[in-house]
């Protein structure tokens, strides 16, 4: 950020130093290894008395000075001009830091033309003897500015003790000093027998022809097991870290590993072919393919060399980006004030994509081009808007090291965010999605307290059912929403009846089958086990049916609805009326009927960062273009065949890896679960925003089609972070949780987060995801009305038996949640889709909506004036 930017964005800055630096380090590794061919074959024209290889060498020696000195000069040249208008952060520390290491290597390579002019001009007209003095001479200072040069770019990737004491000596002797001198070496050698092929081929003398190819072939073979067994020790010095990121930490590197030793593999088969004795006409084009070969080998093994000190350019020192770490603390202070040729200070409305235009020049353009051949920000962003993008920059760095942390605030951030949608990629910014929301009607059952005989609660066990609809591709959620009813014995002293009833439920009209969701049942073997009819569940269930009494609970249950929030004529409605009805067993007569709404929703906003839009009307469920995405995201990073699979029409459920104890999953016991996982990867991409985070994968915005938080709460503005923490807060007690277990994938997505809600990590409470949730009674202390401020976060229930749908009131008899209202939706609810739709039963019973009993309305279930009391808990009685 201290110097001016060449802007070169059609192809980025990365293609023409990667270009010219592979060329010349090809010829410069030729210029070494052809020294010593050179005199090593003199001297086999001397020793066997041969005027014909003696004039190869002379000829060879003209074709490797022009090579060499002219071409090689030059684009020795041009890799410094490059490096310096590129990356002149970088090249100043190196210049300053290994001054003296410079100076050397330019001696040496004085040293290395004077020598080789000599050597080349004076060919037969020098003694023998002190002609192969002045080649060995040459050949000295080409290995010594190759010994230099290889101290000096070695410590880029491999700093060791230098990142600390900036010693000369320390940084020239880094950890991969001498593996990669003698890998270099190698390559030196097998590169000098390749060019050696370009001018043998031509020596008219057949016999010496022969001798001459077959030195070449000999150069080449023998080289070539050195090179892979200092390769390999290259690599065994390499820190952790970057061997596991070469290995197995980047997909743009692992093309370059794997066909390195194929490259290599065919470079010694095609030599060997030299040897055979045949037509010019097939060796010409043999020897030209085996340099092209050569250059690969080279190339490849540069790419993963450069590529695998990701994302610095001077390892532990300087990102690629040129800016120091130490000098900047990412996503915190502007970038643009402290940016020297920025015209742009600050970011305004007026000038937004103007400075996100400068952010990109400084932070992406010394890498990425705009359509150019090598990473192509068009490829990475085109198929997303700029809340993506925005997110993308914000997690950069933070678990996948191959891009340095975006350094500015979060404007900054939005504004090169809005500069890549708009500019770049000629989208239009993102705009809230709002739903066109119409009121249902809402038929309350009549209810006579006078006559009545029983009294039938009903609510949704999960409070709201998010379902996976990515069809085809995979599933992590299918339908299957629960439900749960008491039928209660009007009486002085009311009774819980649990013979002699049948208590059934029954969808509303028109919405009698998933049909737009048949395909769920094609790909959930892990958790389904059968192929279920169209209008089933997971677990048998269909969407009219009878709800089993648990003995445990003492409470009339049915799991695995497979409801859906569409209507059979394709309507919206993620708050169905399902009809809930008691009938004695032995008469048929029906004792008591209620309304109860089972809450559904596709609502995942997965386009935003992975492409595509909203599958439904523009407002609820996932593409397939999303859900591809998905997959394409998920095979990149873990290595999986997640879209093969699919495209086979196998695809499968994310639980048949992760645990899920909404499931009941154990799958592979050493993954992360599914929730921690889920949270504790997108947490490094969505940090630092408020409570909105949460509506990028729920179903809680609040303009979109499901507005899920609804309930007496979310009226009093008590929003998710209250009782969940913000994400970062949520995420941190699922992964402690992993960590404490010894899952060490934990502390990879933990590392860079903060949380928000208690001072430092170690104040985190762990938890299991779906069975540790908070504690209502946190903030509700002795069922009171809680305290201005008060907050439910990290205080969490022991185990299943303490969940709000699971606890009862003192008498054991009646769920908190039959009278208070389903999770969510606690009454007095407010649904956008009818004032009183998840009110239904407290204005059946009582005529207004509110808890059950409220405003001492006891007659709900008792037929004689109660004179007050607490008998179901604390405080229940309110003046």
Same mark, same amino acid.
């Not at 027998?193 to 010496?208: E, H, P, S």
């Not at 609040?702 to 609804?710: E, I, K, N, W």
């Given at each position: 950020?201290?110097?001016?930017?060449?802007?070169?964005?059609?192809?980025?800055?990365?293609?023409?130093?990667?270009?010219?630096?592979?060329?010349?380090?090809?010829?410069?590794?030729?210029?070494?290894?052809?020294?010593?061919?050179?005199?090593?074959?003199?001297?086999?024209?001397?020793?066997?008395?041969?005027?014909?290889?003696?004039?190869? %060498? /002379?000829?060879?020696?003209?074709?490797?000075?022009?090579?060499?000195?002219?071409?090689?000069?030059?684009?020795?040249?041009?890799?410094?001009?490059?490096?310096?208008?590129?990356?002149?952060?970088?090249?100043?520390?190196?210049?300053?830091?290994?001054?003296?290491?410079?100076?050397?290597?330019?001696?040496?390579?004085? @040293?290395?033309?004077?020598?080789?002019?000599?050597?080349?001009?004076?060919?037969?007209?020098?003694?023998?003897? #002190?002609?192969?003095? %002045?080649?060995?001479?040459?050949?000295?200072?080409?290995?010594?500015?190759?010994?230099?040069?290889?101290?000096?770019?070695?410590?880029?990737?491999?700093?060791?003790?230098?990142?600390?004491?900036?010693?000369?000596?320390?940084?020239?002797?880094?950890?991969?000093?001498?593996?990669?001198?003698?890998?270099?070496?190698?390559? +030196?050698?097998?590169?000098?027998? &390749?060019?050696?092929?370009?001018?043998?081929?031509? %020596?008219?003398?057949?016999?010496?022809?022969?001798?001459?190819?077959?030195?070449?072939?000999?150069?080449?073979?023998?080289?070539?097991?050195?090179?892979?067994?200092?390769?390999?020790?290259?690599?065994?010095?390499?820190?952790?870290?970057?061997?596991?990121?070469?290995?197995?930490?980047?997909? =743009?590197?692992?093309?370059?590993?794997?066909?390195?030793?194929?490259?290599?593999?065919?470079?010694? $088969?095609?030599?060997?072919?030299?040897?055979?004795?045949?037509?010019? +006409?097939?060796?010409?084009?043999?020897?030209?393919?085996?340099?092209?070969?050569?250059?690969?080998?080279?190339?490849?093994?540069?790419?993963?060399?450069?590529?695998?000190?990701?994302?610095?350019?001077?390892?532990?020192?300087?990102?690629?980006?040129?800016?120091?770490?130490?000098?900047?603390?990412?996503?915190?202070?502007?970038?643009?004030?402290?940016?020297?040729?920025?015209?742009?200070?600050?970011?305004?409305?007026?000038?937004?994509?103007?400075?996100?235009?400068?952010?990109?020049?400084?932070?992406?353009?010394?890498?990425?081009?705009?359509?150019?051949?090598?990473?192509?920000?068009?490829?990475?962003?085109?198929?997303?808007?700029?809340? @993506?993008?925005?997110?993308?920059?914000?997690?950069? @760095?933070?678990?996948?090291?191959?891009?340095?942390?975006?350094?500015?605030?979060?404007?900054?951030? *939005?504004?090169?965010?809005?500069?890549?949608?708009?500019?770049?990629?000629?989208?239009?910014? !993102? /705009?809230?999605?709002?739903?066109?929301?119409?009121?249902?009607?809402?038929?309350?059952?009549?209810?006579?307290?006078?006559?009545?005989?029983?009294?039938?609660?009903?609510?949704?066990?999960?409070? &709201?059912?998010?379902?996976?609809?990515?069809?085809?591709?995979?599933?992590?959620?299918?339908?299957?929403?629960?439900?749960?009813?008491?039928?209660?014995?009007? !009486?002085?002293?009311?009774?819980?009846?649990?013979?002699?009833?049948?208590?059934?439920?029954?969808?509303?009209?028109?919405?009698?089958?998933?049909?737009?969701?048949?395909?769920?049942?094609?790909?959930?073997?892990?958790?389904?086990?059968?192929?279920?009819?169209?209008?089933?569940?997971?677990?048998?269930?269909?969407? !009219?049916?009878?709800?089993?009494?648990?003995?445990?609970?003492?409470?009339?249950?049915?799991?695995?609805?497979?409801?859906?929030?569409?209507?059979?004529?394709?309507?919206?409605?993620?708050?169905?009326?399902?009809?809930?009805?008691?009938?004695?067993?032995?008469?048929?007569?029906? &004792?008591? =009927?209620?309304?109860?709404?089972?809450?559904?929703?596709? =609502?995942?906003?997965?386009?935003?960062?992975?492409?595509?839009?909203?599958?439904?009307?523009?407002?609820?469920?996932?593409?397939?273009?999303?859900?591809?995405?998905?997959?394409?995201?998920?095979?990149?990073?873990?290595?999986?065949?997640?879209?093969?699979?699919?495209?086979?029409?196998?695809?499968?459920?994310?639980?048949?890896?992760?645990? *899920?104890?909404?499931? !009941?999953?154990?799958?592979?016991?050493?993954?992360?679960? &599914?929730?921690?996982?889920?949270?504790?990867?997108?947490?490094?991409?969505?940090?630092?925003?408020?409570?909105?985070?949460?509506?990028?994968?729920?179903?809680?915005?609040?303009?979109?089609?499901?507005?899920?938080?609804?309930?007496?709460?979310?009226?009093?503005?008590?929003?998710?972070?209250?009782?969940?923490?913000?994400?970062?807060?949520?995420?941190?007690?699922?992964?402690?949780?992993?960590?404490?277990?010894?899952?060490?994938?934990?502390?990879?997505?933990?590392?860079?987060?903060?949380?928000?809600?208690?001072?430092?990590?170690?104040?985190?409470?762990?938890?299991?995801?779906?069975?540790?949730?908070? *504690?209502?009674?946190?903030?509700?202390?002795?069922?009171?009305?809680?305290?201005?401020?008060?907050?439910?976060?990290?205080?969490?229930?022991?185990?299943?038996?303490?969940?709000?749908?699971?606890? /009862?009131? #003192?008498? @054991?008899?009646?769920?908190?949640?039959?009278?208070?209202?389903?999770?969510?939706?606690?009454?007095?609810?407010?649904?956008?889709?009818?004032?009183?739709?998840?009110?239904?039963?407290? $204005?059946?019973?009582?005529?207004?909506?509110?808890?059950?009993?409220?405003?001492?309305?006891? #007659?709900?279930?008792?037929?004689?004036?109660?004179?007050?009391? =607490?008998?179901?808990?604390?405080?229940?009685?309110?003046?």
């Amino acid at each position: 950020m201290d110097y001016p930017v060449w802007q070169i964005a059609a192809t980025g800055g990365g293609f023409w130093i990667a270009l010219i630096a592979t060329v010349h380090v090809f010829v410069a590794h030729f210029a070494v290894g052809g020294g010593l061919f050179l005199v090593l074959t003199e001297a086999k024209g001397h020793r066997e008395n041969s005027p014909a290889i003696l004039n190869y %060498v /002379k000829s060879h020696t003209a074709f490797f000075l022009l090579l060499t000195m002219v071409f090689g000069g030059l684009s020795g040249v041009a890799i410094w001009f490059t490096i310096a208008v590129l990356s002149p952060g970088g090249t100043l520390t190196l210049v300053n830091a290994f001054v003296w290491g410079w100076a050397m290597e330019w001696t040496f390579f004085l @040293g290395e033309i004077v020598a080789l002019l000599v050597y080349h001009y004076s060919f037969g007209k020098m003694a023998a003897r #002190d002609h192969m003095r %002045v080649g060995w001479l040459y050949f000295l200072f080409a290995w010594l500015s190759l010994f230099t040069i290889n101290g000096i770019i070695g410590v880029m990737l491999t700093p060791g003790a230098w990142a600390t004491t900036n010693d000369f000596w320390d940084g020239m002797f880094n950890p991969s000093f001498w593996p990669s001198l003698v890998f270099r070496s190698f390559l +030196a050698f097998l590169l000098a027998g &390749l060019f050696g092929f370009v001018t043998a081929i031509r %020596v008219k003398d057949a016999a010496a022809r022969e001798r001459v190819v077959r030195t070449c072939v000999a150069w080449a073979v023998v080289s070539l097991p050195f090179l892979a067994l200092s390769g390999w020790w290259y690599l065994s010095v390499l820190p952790q870290a970057t061997l596991d990121f070469i290995l197995r930490g980047s997909a =743009e590197i692992t093309p370059y590993l794997k066909a390195l030793p194929v490259i290599a593999v065919a470079v010694g $088969v095609l030599a060997l072919l030299m040897a055979v004795r045949l037509p010019l +006409a097939v060796r010409t084009p043999v020897a030209a393919l085996l340099l092209v070969l050569g250059f690969g080998v080279v190339g490849a093994f540069e790419y993963i060399r450069e590529a695998g000190r990701r994302p610095f350019i001077i390892q532990e020192r300087m990102w690629s980006t040129g800016i120091v770490p130490g000098k900047a603390e990412p996503l915190a202070d502007p970038f643009l004030p402290r940016a020297a040729w920025a015209k742009n200070k600050e970011v305004t409305a007026e000038n937004r994509l103007d400075a996100g235009r400068e952010i990109y020049a400084f932070q992406c353009l010394p890498c990425h081009s705009l359509s150019g051949p090598m990473k192509d920000i068009r490829k990475y962003t085109r198929h997303i808007g700029n809340e @993506g993008v925005a997110s993308y920059i914000t997690g950069q @760095g933070r678990i996948f090291k191959q891009m340095p942390p975006f350094v500015g605030s979060p404007e900054e951030r *939005d504004a090169l965010a809005a500069y890549i949608t708009a500019t770049v990629n000629g989208r239009p910014l !993102d /705009k809230p999605v709002v739903a066109d929301i119409k009121t249902l009607p809402v038929d309350i059952p009549a209810f006579d307290p006078n006559t009545a005989s029983h009294l039938l609660l009903s609510w949704c066990t999960l409070g &709201l059912k998010c379902i996976t609809d990515a069809d085809g591709f995979f599933t992590f959620l299918p339908p299957g929403s629960a439900l749960g009813a008491v039928l209660v014995r009007r !009486d002085v002293l009311p009774e819980v009846v649990s013979d002699g009833v049948e208590i059934t439920y029954a969808a509303p009209e028109g919405f009698t089958h998933p049909s737009r969701h048949v395909e769920f049942w094609k790909y959930a073997p892990s958790l389904i086990g059968k192929a279920p009819k169209p209008d089933q569940s997971a677990g048998g269930k269909g969407m !009219d049916g009878t709800l089993a009494f648990n003995e445990k609970s003492r409470i009339f249950e049915a799991a695995g609805i497979p409801v859906v929030p569409f209507a059979d004529d394709g309507t919206i409605n993620p708050y169905p009326l399902f009809t809930v009805t008691a009938t004695d067993k032995a008469t048929g007569k029906v &004792l008591a =009927e209620t309304r109860t709404v089972l809450p559904v929703s596709t =609502e995942m906003s997965c386009w935003k960062c992975h492409g595509g839009t909203f599958r439904i009307d523009g407002v609820m469920g996932i593409a397939n273009p999303t859900a591809a995405g998905i997959l394409a995201v998920h095979d990149k990073r873990s290595g999986t065949d997640l879209a093969a699979r699919a495209a086979a029409g196998k695809p499968v459920s994310c639980q048949s890896c992760h645990p *899920d104890a909404l499931f !009941d999953a154990t799958a592979d016991p050493k993954r992360l679960n &599914l929730s921690a996982a889920m949270h504790g990867f997108h947490v490094n991409y969505l940090t630092g925003k408020g409570e909105e985070a949460c509506a990028n994968c729920h179903p809680d915005s609040h303009t979109g089609a499901t507005r899920c938080l609804r309930d007496n709460h979310a009226s009093k503005g008590i929003g998710c972070a209250s009782c969940h923490g913000f994400l970062e807060d949520h995420a941190l007690t699922l992964l402690r949780a992993e960590l404490d277990a010894g899952k060490e994938r934990a502390a990879i997505f933990m590392q860079n987060i903060t949380p928000r809600s208690v001072p430092k990590t170690a104040d985190i409470n762990a938890r299991q995801a779906w069975i540790q949730e908070p *504690d209502c009674l946190t903030c509700h202390k002795d069922f009171a009305t809680p305290e201005r401020g008060a907050r439910a976060f990290n205080v969490w229930v022991k185990d299943r038996s303490g969940l709000y749908r699971s606890r /009862k009131e #003192d008498t @054991g008899n009646v769920p908190c949640i039959a009278c208070h209202g389903a999770p969510h939706a606690t009454y007095v609810a407010n649904n956008v889709y009818g004032k009183n739709r998840d009110n239904v039963q407290p $204005v059946q019973y009582m005529g207004f909506a509110g808890v059950i009993g409220s405003r001492n309305r006891c #007659d709900v279930c008792h037929t004689v004036e109660m004179e007050g009391g =607490e008998m179901h808990h604390p405080n229940m009685v309110k003046p």
